[in-house]
């Protein structure tokens, strides 16, 4: 069993969260996982040094829907987000640690309470107004505000108690219990700041693109299903202290395009009507081996999985959840579906998360045992091989949005699979926004879906009873185990109670796992410089393309 560390160190101003001791697996797995990234810093080398200007276009594979990052946590969202807002902190995706960014240093209490934050001076957004004190307090006391409308953010602030402007630049920002992950939370985009005057704005203008930010970039149209276009944020110089160059992006203009269709979205690359596509899918991989760069990084977080709503009544039955946990090849999928590339899940968190433990022996291929389950638990095979009980069929559906474009190929086998142990799994392919509202209303079996965070507390967001609850589980167990693991500032105790959350949801089947999510995304001859952040999203400050 392997366990990645997750540290917290400390100096007389700074206490930085840190992959240490075994995290050198992880950093080894990124390292090996970032596949076109030594080419890509060849090609730059080879093209001379950065040119300011130009536009670059990028097609994304499904729309953002909702451009507040406060908001909405798909990849085709927050990689618009981040280019729009900065963050109090950032996370150096190689090594872990957070590192200045808006916020030059801060200071922790030994309890994870208080967390104290020291602000650049000068620093404004795009309307003009300063990014101060007060506009932060103004930030996470709206996330709170939001309630359900900002599921993800507002589970970072869990327990808040309020923050004090202690002057223009000092802001003290208070939680009830310790909040271990709170440091980390402020490099997401999630908590990224927008300006007072968006703040209030409806939820639903913010999401349609009524946003202003302090970042690099400033928002000048959004045309839902077809486009976003950014401009450069003339006089941005307070960038990370993590990216590439000082000063203003080099990118004039960034216009996403919108391209649904995998092969469509290929074949604009190829032709040169975009200069870099997201989401290359596995079928496509091998037209951009020769001219063009394949670059990929692994996402963090909670893997692609069937997540179980226990309150309904057949997946309220753990020998049912357990049958079809064995009833899944994960090796299957990963080698026919996907590409190496994709890794076959081996927990619920991803290999390169701080925390994973390695439940691959748990996850092992056994239709037989799923057979004697379900025999056990009175599942009788009927007249078409569907299991049937008291009349009723074994037969559970699956929600689910298109966002990643093999997932329906990648269910379908599931499907396969499912169905030679005698279990009905129906896809219900929804919109994004769709998803969301029938997660919240409870009217599904699985919920198919990732979420991406480069710390493990995200099973807390997703699974503690106090905050997501998606498993509609009543408070037990995994909630200690939760809680604990967010309150821990000791490193060895955290990874432990983590390890025991991923093996509570493992052994009892409250996830099916199936695999890791990676960023493949092309890049044409003319793109230089565009890096991922520690979450797995893109950066295009760095960004530039050459004549």
């Known amino acids: 069993m392997r366990i990645s560390a997750l540290a917290f160190s400390s100096s007389r101003r700074l206490r930085r969260t840190a992959t240490t001791g075994v995290g050198v697996a992880t950093l080894a797995l990124l390292a090996a996982a970032c596949n076109g990234a030594g080419d890509k810093a060849a090609k730059s080398a080879e093209a001379g040094p950065p040119q300011p200007g130009g536009t ?54 030994a309890q994870a309470g208080s967390f104290t934050f020291h602000l650049r001076p000068g620093v404004t957004f795009a309307d003009g107004t300063p990014l101060d004190g007060a506009a932060v307090k103004a930030n996470f006391d709206g996330v709170v505000a939001l309630g359900a409308k900002a599921t993800i953010a507002g589970s970072y602030l869990s327990g808040y108690k309020g923050t004090t402007v202690l002057d223009p630049t000092t802001v003290r920002v208070e939680f009830a219990a310790p909040s271990a992950q709170f440091l980390q939370a402020t490099s997401t985009m999630s908590l990224g700041l927008l300006s007072p005057a968006t703040l209030a704005k409806t939820p639903e203008q913010r999401c349609q693109g009524d946003l202003v930010g302090s970042g690099p970039f400033t928002l000048r149209s959004y045309k839902p299903n077809q486009s976003v276009e950014l401009a450069k944020r003339a006089g941005y110089v307070w960038g990370s202290s993590l ?23 290929a074949g604009s ?13 596995p079928q496509d991989e091998a037209r951009f081996a020769d001219g063009y760069t394949v670059l990929t990084r692994p996402n963090p977080g909670v893997v692609f999985h069937l997540q179980a709503n226990v309150s309904r009544p057949i997946l309220g039955e753990e020998a049912v959840r357990r049958a079809i ?57 009927g007249p078409d091989g569907i299991r049937v009980k008291d009349g009723r069929r074994l037969s559970v559906d699956v929600i689910f949005a298109p966002l990643f474009n093999a997932s329906q190929s990648v269910l379908e086998l599931v499907q396969q699979e499912l169905r030679k142990v005698g279990v009905d799994l129906r896809l219900r392919k929804l919109a994004a926004g769709e998803q969301q509202q029938v997660q919240a209303s409870g009217d599904y079996d699985f919920a198919y879906y990732n979420v991406t965070r480069s710390d493990a507390d995200i099973l807390r967001t997703l699974f503690g009873t106090k905050t997501g609850n998606r498993l509609k589980i009543p408070a037990g167990e995994l909630d200690t185990v939760l809680d604990d693991q967010a309150q821990s500032l000791n490193p060895a105790q955290r990874n432990a109670r983590i390890g025991e959350a991923q093996r509570i949801v493992v052994d009892r089947a409250y996830v099916i796992p199936l695999f890791e999510l990676s960023q493949v995304h092309g890049l044409g001859p003319k793109v230089h410089g565009l890096n991922f952040e520690a979450s797995s999203r893109l950066q295009f400050h760095d960004t530039w393309v050459s004549s």
């Open 325 to 381: 946990q064995k009833a899944v090849n994960r090796p299957e999928l990963a080698q026919t579906v996907l590409t190496p590339k994709y890794k076959a899940a081996t927990s619920v968190l991803a290999s390169v998360t701080p925390g994973f433990v390695d439940l691959s022996a748990r996850l092992g291929h056994d239709p037989e045992g799923a057979k004697r389950l379900l025999d056990e638990a009175g599942w009788r095979p």
């Open 56 to 109: 670059l276009a990028f097609a994304l594979a499904a729309d953002p829907t909702c451009l507040d990052p406060q908001q909405f946590g798909a990849n085709a969202s927050l990689n618009v987000g981040r280019q729009i807002v900065d963050s109090l902190t950032d996370q150096d995706g190689a090594t872990g640690e957070i590192k200045p960014w808006l916020a030059t240093s801060w200071e922790v209490d």
């Open 269 to 281: 690359l190829e032709s040169a009507q975009v200069d870099a596509i997201s989401d290359v899918q």
């Open 243 to 265: 990216f590439a160059h000082p000063g203003e992006a080099y990118l004039d203009k960034l216009v996403f395009k919108i391209v649904p269709e995998s092969g469509v979205r």
